[in-house]
């Protein structure tokens, strides 16, 4: 029980100082003082008084969701004298297959670099900075050669990096089951079983009703309330269409404010002036993903604004404090060697991979103002997506996830599972590219935002594992008559036909 008070007056004091030096803080002392010449402030109840002005004038809920979202970002305390990077990756095993993943990629960044003689980051020309002003809105329709340009790695080559992790202090002899070696994840990590998941998503069962499935025309209340927790238990239900963007944006605590806006326009204009190399990586993952896909084509220009915009962003460097991946570093040019010259590139911290854009391609439908698909995204990001490509013991990294997919479908479907290990063709190596995006770009755009209205409403990516076990489920009769890889890989090619809720519930209750 003493613990429990230490930490929480530990975490109290972690969001007190976090706040403190947030634009809220400074908007909440303004209202404060301001409040004070009005006639039903008495300095006798001075304290009530200003309180009750703050929830009647709306701040204290502002104040609440703040409160929350950090609530949801903070890593639980750890023990007082656990190192640092124990808050990033409690186990060392994961931190060191982290840090060398990490060096491939920055090897492979900067080998293209030295090939291409393309500078890691350069000031473009005046002549440059203003065409680029002039078509900030229409980028899709330059046409750069990124022939020699490729993706410094691609999902396959990160499972790969997964499938080779291995715990020196676990004998795989010891504890042998039927299931032991069935799967290509061959580290023990605590993941739930479907009596857990049904206790876990109790309002996935089949006596709920789910939008998706049994709609109706209504105004959520949390809407008018603003309320972040209420919206976030409201979207477990899935979110209506219309209200989708509010909803998403509220749970979020995405603000969209005149600092917000102001933060994006500073944003652009570092593109505007400094060309990087990654640059060349995200118009050339663009124009591989979403430049070809029926639902997100159109968002290109879009596409191109917010990722550019995010490679700058160094606000997104405060998520490796419980990232268990560190910021990649490289020297000033000419200052090789030199550690007092070593700057974080890019500046946000992360290097996109091959299928990045299609992070952000849904949100398109969603948002049509690009500071508020940016800030909605970034969010995203912070929350969710960067545990999709690195590795930790996190029950929402993609480790997690693939020991849970594989777990779900040999207790489930043993036979199925059997069959297509015998074959060659490991269910993970189909299913890891849906669950590495969190299927955007494989479900139809209105069956994925409802997938996603689940991983925000339960704060966790581990549905999408459920879904992946849920879709060979379903394409159980045929995946038992195909004889290789490929058949398989073409039985499960089309997802966009699939309905998310009906699957999960199924999978879950039935």
Known sequence: MMEEGADLSVTIAQIVHRLKGAHLHSQLEKQARECLHRPEIKLESLKEDVRSFLKASGWERK???????????????????APPEHTKEPLVY????????????????????????????????VSEQKELTNKWNEMG???????????????????????????????????????????????????????????????????????????????????????SAAAQQYSRQGCPTGFRAQLWALILNATNEPEDIMHYEQLKAAVIHHDLLVDNLIYKDVKLTASNDDYYFVFEDFLYQVLLCFSRDTAVLEHFSYNSATPPKSYIQG??????????????????????????????????????????????????????????????????????FERLLQNHLPQLFYHLQAIGAQPLRIAFKWMVRAFSGYLSTDQLLLLWDRILGYDSLEIVAVLAAAVFTFRAENLMEVTSLASAEAVLADLSTLKVMPLLQVFLFA
């Open 63 to 81: 104040l609440q969701n703040a409160v929350y979202r950090e609530l949801h970002i903070l890593p639980p305390p750890g023990h007082p004298a």
């Open 94 to 125: 994961m931190r060191k297959a982290q840090a060398s993943w990490e060096k491939r990629i920055l090897k492979s960044l900067n080998s293209m670099c030295t090939e291409l003689g393309v500078p890691l980051a350069r000031k473009r020309p």
């Open 141 to 227: 329709t330059d046409e750069p050669d990124l022939s020699k340009f490729r993706p410094v790695y691609a999902p396959k080559d990160f499972l790969e990096v997964l499938i080779s992790l291995k715990n020196p202090n676990y004998d795989c002899r010891e504890g042998l089951t039927a299931n032991s070696h069935w799967g290509l994840i061959q580290i023990s990590l605590n993941v739930r079983d479907i009596p857990q998941m049904r206790e876990a998503y109790p309002e996935l069962s089949l006596t709920c009703s789910q939008l998706g499935i049994d709609d109706h025309a209504h105004i959520p209340p949390v809407v008018s309330e603003q309320d």
């Open 335 to 404: 200052k090789t060697g030199a550690e007092e010259f070593t700057v974080v590139y890019p500046p946000n911290g992360v290097i996109p991979f091959h299928g990045f854009s299609m992070y952000v391609s849904p949100l398109c439908f969603l948002y049509n103002e690009p500071s508020r698909l940016y800030s909605v995204f970034r969010e995203m990001y912070v929350r969710y997506f960067f545990r999709l490509h690195s590795i930790s013991s996190s029950p929402s990294g993609i480790v997690s996830l693939c020991l849970q």
